[in-house]
């Protein structure tokens, strides 16, 4: 008589720095699905993991901005073959964690692959189409060029659980910054596996790093740190905006809001290149003209 | 002294007698000596070419004279004779494992020995000390001296200091021949690079060096480049040789045959010799010895069968 | 202050100085005389061959490329391709005539309408990926293909144009499904069938700097390479092949002079885009005259290589040396005419004296070799009766001394001083590894004579100063300038030319306005 064979679970960690690490804390939760059943235990965040995110994020800002466009292009396509090739694995994790059909969830990992084809396209083009040269009338060479605002915290909503993580992220980091994504609460499963892709598409450590846990202990500590540049918010929920939006006060760091339903992900209103220019700086310079 | 200014360029700018350094364009240059495919018979005269121009180096607080035995030992016979490979240039000690390095190898030694002066590596010390160190170096029988420049008074555009403790280390080396370590690390920019280069051939130098080792980035291919150019320029103005020794951060056997095309495609034969061209170095010397037992024998080598030095 | 202690005081500060200014002693080197100041370039430490050795393949006979098959000419009329550095047969390549042109439209005209024409940008971006990825991937080979049919050094075509041409293809690739941010308040709309005609100079990097805008904006193709260099296009065919692109979206129609002329006279060719000589681009622009297909032309050039006496000197030869000897000076863009500032005009030509010498001429698949094989006996023949004519109007001329070999063509890289504007190698293409000299005084005469020609294509500035760059470069009238530096090219960079040099430009956001309707 055959023995069963015994599956090896995964343990779903969180990825920072390039590598995956468990919360400082020790602490986790437990994940359901919308049944109720036990899916997966994942880390719960704390304030330090957050701290430790965003040095993370910091060192590899300035490596990733000095990358010539092209080349993080090239990373961002990698990321959608790399997606693409494990289309399934993901749609699994979908259907898995939020009850979605298969085919809503091959469906929405095939629109995440081709958003990252998108916004790869994205990397050596934009400042040509959002820079200028101005015609300022004094003999001067004077262009405006927008460059990376830096560090940019990245929130995800409930739901989609792939799609809103991968259309909000891509924009952020095409232009050099990098971020720290706080992963769906309610189904973070996808988004951590999608940090495997992450991790094998040639992308630096540090670009992007992504949390789990809980995001109303989060929100004051990302709102309050001074060393966070940007604050992209898709969450979608009106208290975590108020909250977030005041962390403007503290050091001027930008704010931007994507306020979709679920639904809207995906359509045209989840891809939009003027996304790119919520966490770029404009930069002008001059230069006389003359012998 | 050979004037900085004089004719017609007295009325010109510094810098048209010091030419500014692109440092896009120099860099694609200097990356291009690295693509040069070097094999068979021209890798194993060039590795053993790096094995003659080398000094061989130990500069650590916790040197003895038990360290430096090892070290003359190693540059005197590198690998076994049937290689035949010539010994090191040189090796180069801190001014206390002078007179050791002397009794080990002896009056007439093909390898010379060379000692670091003038407050090495930092510099930050009064001119006296930085020549009564340089004194007693070569008096307990250094050949050669490599000393530092004040880089803090080039920074802060005492370019005169620097020229003037350059000259003054010059007078007391006596026959031992001076090197001019100009830290290129902490000058940062090429520009920056040439003109320290300018100061120290017009000061006296015999051999322009790039870095201590201490500091990083030390040697790169584009800063010596650099100074490869500003050692060209001088000869034709002036008629005189000058050397030129990277030192740091080579440590392959590939990236000192790269050297090696960078001073043969910039300045010709004539510098190809130890006489105006070194490598301070320390673990390249096995990898190198490596290559060339590799390229005799026809495998890939292990470190367990070269000795450290 | 008594007399004494002011004596006193003097005595101090004097002994100080003594200290601190001894006189510099001698180096330990001696000073060679002036008339020996010389380096030598010779043969201490001579590298040795360094073959490139990955074998690859090459077809005995290729055939063209028309709706995603190879497929034989009509006619069956082949001609033969040739290694110019070795003088042997390569293999055969397909001569298309007028049938087969027809034939190729056809299916560029079906694929238009009834797949490419429909198909979402994002989906067309995605084939131009996937051909990006797979020029990566076969780099190699390709790289090998192209010095051994064209004769340019391996080191440049694997470090170059390989690398280069997959450059575009991703670049493009992703304009497919952004067009509408390239033209603002506009709808963007494809031509249709677009006729391309592409020289020997870079014959893969022309392929793609035409396929990959023009399939990026919803175009079709038919491409014709040029005679002497038909390998890697068809190499890319079976690239094509590969990535699915569907049939018909590309053809190659590989031919002689004929050929080109069947497909810029073919009436359903919405779109021509040339690039070749001036003498050739006038015929073109003749034959499509009143035909309403939309035109660009990138031909010749004569660019002036400007040298100011505060340049980074050392950086500046390099810039005249990739400028002039860069693909043995096959390049339309190429900074033939220098112009040295008077007052650093001997320092430039004894460092450019010496660079040449170690530029090493020879066999293009050593990878140690800087410039390679002349593309065909007639372009040498052209090159040597240029030079000989500026040797007639009483030019110098001054060459490496490198050895040669037996078979094939060569020439060694040449400048030629005492060279005025007036003489023939001063303002006629030349298309060699040949440089003229000439001087200058003021900036502003700089520019004068750098634009007194009619073309226009590119130029270079080499200047410490800023100011003095963006002055010059407005007042160039060239497509492109370069300030300190020289041929470099970006997809996202335009290129093309004023005046005789032609019109339209390639790469760029500029680039793609010659592949769309805008109306």
């Known amino acids: 008589m055959s023995a069963v064979r015994l599956d090896v679970r995964k343990t779903y960690k969180m990825f920072v720095g390039g590598s995956f690490v468990r919360s400082e804390s020790g602490r986790s939760l437990a994940v359901h699905d919308p049944q109720g059943r036990a899916l997966d235990n994942i880390c719960h965040a704390s304030r330090k993991d957050l701290r430790d995110a965003v040095v993370a994020a910091r060192s590899a800002t300035d490596g990733w901005a000095k990358k010539t466009p092209y080349l993080r292009g090239q990373i961002l396509y990698r990321a959608a073959e790399m997606l693409e090739t494990r289309?399934?694995?993901?749609?699994?994790?979908?259907?898995?964690?939020?009850?979605?059909?298969?085919?809503?969830?091959?469906?929405?990992?095939?629109?995440?692959?081709?958003?990252?084809?998108?916004?790869?396209?994205?990397?050596?083009?934009?400042?040509?189409?959002?820079?200028?040269?101005?015609?300022?009338?004094?003999?001067?060479?004077?262009?405006?060029?927008?460059?990376?605002t830096g560090v940019v915290a990245?929130?995800?909503?409930?739901?989609?659980?792939?799609?809103?993580?991968?259309?909000?992220?891509?924009?952020?980091?095409?232009?050099?910054?990098?971020?720290?994504?706080?992963?769906?609460?309610?189904?973070?499963?996808?988004?951590?596996?999608?940090?495997?892709?992450?991790?094998?598409?040639?992308?630096?450590?540090?670009?992007?790093?992504?949390?789990?846990?809980?995001?109303?202990?989060?929100?004051?500590?990302?709102?309050?740190?001074?060393?966070?540049?940007?604050?992209?918010?898709?969450?979608?929920?009106?208290?975590?905006?108020?909250?977030?939006?005041?962390?403007?006060?503290?050091?001027?760091?930008?704010?931007?809001?994507?306020?979709?339903?679920?639904?809207?992900w995906f359509g045209p209103a989840g891809e939009d290149a003027y996304w790119i220019l919520d966490t770029v700086e404009f930069k002008t310079a001059w230069h006389p003209i003359g012998l | 002294m050979t004037q900085l200014l004089s004719g017609s360029a007295r009325f010109r700018s510094i810098r048209a007698t010091v030419p500014t350094v692109d440092q896009v364009t120099v860099e694609d240059r200097a990356a291009a000596f690295t693509r040069r495919s070097i094999k068979t018979s021209a890798k194993l005269a060039g590795l053993k070419m790096v094995v003659s121009m080398m000094d061989l180096t130990t500069l650590e607080g916790k040197d003895t004279p038990g360290k430096v035995a090892y070290l003359c030992r190693k540059a005197l016979h590198p690998i076994e004779s049937r290689y035949?490979?010539?010994?090191?240039?040189?090796?180069?000690?801190?001014?206390?494992?002078?007179?050791?390095?002397?009794?080990?190898?002896?009056?007439?030694?093909?390898?010379?020995v060379a000692s670091v002066a003038t407050g090495f590596p930092s510099g930050q010390y009064a001119l006296r000390t930085k020549l009564e160190e340089t004194r007693r170096a070569a008096g307990d029988g250094a050949d050669e001296i490599d000393m530092v420049i004040d880089r803090g008074a080039f920074l802060s555009g005492d370019f005169q200091k620097v020229s003037d403790e350059i000259a003054a280390?010059?007078?007391?080396?006596?026959?031992?021949?001076?090197?001019?370590?100009?830290?290129?690390?902490?000058?940062?920019?090429?520009?920056?690079?040439?003109?320290?280069?300018?100061?120290?051939?017009?000061?006296?130098?015999?051999?322009?060096?790039?870095?201590?080792?201490?500091?990083?980035?030390?040697?790169?291919?584009?800063?010596?480049?650099?100074?490869?150019?500003?050692?060209?320029?001088?000869?034709?103005?002036?008629?005189?040789?000058?050397?030129?020794?990277?030192?740091?951060?080579?440590?392959?056997?590939?990236?000192?045959?790269?050297?090696?095309?960078?001073?043969?495609?910039?300045?010709?034969?004539?510098?190809?010799?130890?006489?105006?061209?070194?490598?301070?170095?320390?673990?390249?010397?096995?990898?190198?010895?490596?290559?060339?037992?590799?390229?005799?024998?026809?495998?890939?080598?292990?470190?367990?069968?070269?000795?450290?030095? | 202050m008594t007399m004494k202690s002011k004596a006193t005081a003097k005595l101090k500060v004097r002994r100080a100085v003594a200290v601190l200014k001894p006189v510099a002693p001698a180096h330990v080197q001696p000073v060679i005389a002036d008339r020996d100041r010389r380096l030598k370039f010779g043969d201490k430490w001579d590298y040795t061959p360094a073959p490139e050795t990955v074998p690859v393949k090459i077809a005995p006979r290729y055939e063209l490329f028309i709706d995603g098959k190879f497929t034989a000419p009509q006619a069956g009329k082949y001609f033969d391709s040739i290694n110019p550095a070795t003088e042997e047969k390569l293999c055969e390549i397909a001569n298309g005539g007028a049938e087969d042109v027809d034939r190729a439209v056809k299916a560029a005209r079906r694929a238009y309408e009834t797949v490419w024409s429909k198909m979402p940008g994002r989906?067309?971006?995605?084939?131009?990926?996937?051909?990006?990825?797979?020029?990566?991937?076969?780099?190699?080979?390709?790289?090998?293909?192209?010095?051994?049919?064209?004769?340019?050094?391996?080191?440049?075509?694997?470090?170059?144009?390989?690398?280069?041409?997959?450059?575009?293809?991703?670049?493009?690739?992703?304009?497919?499904?952004?067009?509408?941010?390239?033209?603002?308040?506009?709808?963007?709309?494809?031509?249709?069938?677009?006729?391309?005609?592409?020289?020997?100079?870079?014959?893969?990097?022309?392929?793609?700097?035409?396929?990959?805008?023009?399939?990026?904006?919803?175009?079709?193709?038919?491409?014709?390479?040029?005679?002497?260099?038909?390998?890697?296009?068809?190499?890319?065919?079976?690239?094509?092949?590969?990535?699915?692109?569907?049939?018909?979206?590309?053809?190659?129609?590989?031919?002689?002079?004929?050929?080109?002329?069947?497909?810029?006279?073919?009436?359903?060719?919405?779109?021509?885009?040339?690039?070749?000589s001036t003498e050739v681009g006038k015929i073109i622009a003749q034959a499509c005259a009143g035909t309403g297909k939309r035109l660009t032309l990138e031909l010749g050039g004569k660019a002036a290589n400007i040298i100011l006496e505060d340049a980074p000197l050392n950086q500046a030869v390099e810039g005249i040396v990739s400028g002039i000897y860069f693909n043995q000076g096959h390049v339309c863009c190429a900074g033939s005419r220098l112009f040295v500032q008077e007052g650093v005009f001997g320092t430039v030509v004894r460092k450019l004296r010496d660079r040449i010498q170690t530029l090493r001429v020879g066999n293009p698949l050593d990878k140690n070799t800087?410039?390679?094989?002349?593309?065909?006996?007639?372009?040498?023949?052209?090159?040597?009766?240029?030079?000989?004519?500026?040797?007639?109007?009483?030019?110098?001329?001054?060459?490496?001394?490198?050895?040669?070999?037996?078979?094939?063509?060569?020439?060694?890289?040449?400048?030629?001083?005492?060279?005025?504007?007036?003489?023939?190698?001063?303002?006629?293409?030349?298309?060699?590894?040949?440089?003229?000299?000439?001087?200058?005084?003021?900036?502003?005469?700089?520019?004068?004579?750098?634009?007194?020609?009619?073309?226009?294509?590119?130029?270079?500035?080499w200047t410490d100063k800023g100011s003095k760059i963006f002055k010059m470069v407005n007042q160039l009238r060239a497509g492109v300038v370069w300030a300190n530096s020289y041929n470099k090219f970006d997809p996202a960079s335009p290129f093309g030319g004023y005046k005789e040099s032609g019109f339209g430009r390639e790469g760029g956001v500029q680039g793609l306005a010659g592949y769309v309707n805008l109306s």
């Not at chain 2, 010799?273 to 080598?301: C, E, H, W």
């Open chain 2, 169 to 309: 280390v010059k007078e007391v080396c006596g026959a031992a021949h001076l090197k001019v370590i100009l830290e290129t690390g902490e000058l940062v920019t090429y520009d920056n690079v040439r003109l320290a280069s300018q100061i120290a051939m017009e000061a006296g130098a015999d051999f322009i060096k790039t870095s201590t080792g201490k500091v990083q980035p030390a040697a790169t291919m584009p800063v010596t480049l650099v100074m490869l150019e500003a050692i060209r320029d001088y000869f034709f103005a002036t008629g005189i040789r000058i050397g030129m020794k990277p030192a740091g951060g080579i440590r392959t056997a590939k990236q000192s045959l790269a050297y090696l095309v960078m001073v043969k495609e910039t300045l010709g034969d004539d510098w190809l010799s130890p006489g105006l061209f070194r490598l301070g170095a320390s673990t390249l010397l096995n990898d190198v010895l490596m290559q060339i037992v590799k390229t005799v024998d026809g495998n890939y080598q292990s470190a367990d069968y070269f000795s450290l030095p």
């Open chain 1, 154 to 264: 990245v929130l995800a909503p409930d739901e989609p659980s792939l799609l809103p993580l991968v259309s909000t992220l891509a924009p952020v980091i095409l232009s050099g910054n990098s971020a720290i994504a706080i992963a769906s609460e309610k189904y973070p499963l996808p988004a951590l596996t999608f940090a495997e892709i992450l991790a094998t598409s040639d992308l630096p450590g540090g670009v992007i790093n992504i949390l789990s846990g809980n995001r109303q202990e989060l929100i004051p500590h990302i709102a309050s740190h001074l060393d966070i540049n940007a604050i992209v918010d898709a969450s979608g929920m009106e208290e975590t905006h108020l909250a977030l939006q005041a962390g403007t006060a503290v050091n001027l760091k930008r704010y931007a809001r994507r306020s979709l339903a679920a639904e809207a």
């Open chain 3, 370 to 461: 800087d410039i390679g094989a002349i593309n065909s006996s007639a372009q040498l023949e052209k090159i040597r009766e240029l030079v000989q004519c500026g040797i007639d109007e009483g030019a110098e001329v001054e060459q490496s001394s490198c050895t040669l070999p037996a078979k094939g063509y060569w020439f060694r890289p040449t400048f030629l001083t005492n060279v005025t504007m007036s003489h023939r190698v001063a303002r006629e293409e030349i298309f060699g590894p040949v440089l003229s000299v000439m001087s200058f005084r003021t900036p502003e005469e700089a520019i004068e004579r750098a634009n007194n020609t009619p073309y226009g294509l590119s130029a270079g500035v």
């Open chain 3, 123 to 276: 989906e067309r971006g995605k084939y131009l990926f996937r051909v990006a990825r797979l020029v990566q991937e076969r780099a190699r080979e390709l790289a090998i293909l192209e010095t051994m049919d064209g004769g340019k050094p391996i080191k440049e075509s694997r470090d170059f144009d390989m690398p280069t041409v997959a450059a575009h293809f991703f670049h493009h690739g992703g304009w497919a499904d952004k067009l509408q941010y390239a033209f603002p308040g506009r709808t963007p709309r494809p031509l249709g069938v677009a006729g391309q005609i592409i020289p020997w100079n870079f014959p893969l990097l022309m392929a793609a700097w035409k396929i990959a805008p023009a399939l990026a904006c919803g175009n079709t193709v038919v491409l014709k390479p040029s005679k002497t260099t038909s390998i890697t296009a068809l190499h890319l065919a079976a690239i094509f092949q590969e990535a699915g692109l569907p049939d018909g979206v590309v053809n190659i129609v590989t031919g002689t002079a004929e050929t080109g002329r069947a497909i810029y006279h073919h009436p359903d060719v919405n779109k021509i885009a040339f690039t070749g």
């Open chain 2, 84 to 112: 035949d490979t010539p010994p090191c240039a040189a090796v180069c000690v801190y001014p206390n494992m002078v007179r050791h390095a002397r009794r080990f190898l002896g009056d007439l030694s093909p390898v010379k």
């Open chain 1, 87 to 148: 289309a399934d694995s993901l749609a699994g994790e979908i259907a898995r964690s939020t009850g979605a059909t298969t085919g809503k969830a091959r469906a929405e990992v095939n629109l995440a692959i081709d958003r990252l084809v998108y916004f790869a396209g994205w990397t050596d083009k934009f400042t040509q189409v959002f820079g200028a040269v101005n015609p300022v009338a004094s003999s001067h060479f004077n262009f405006t060029s927008p460059e990376p």
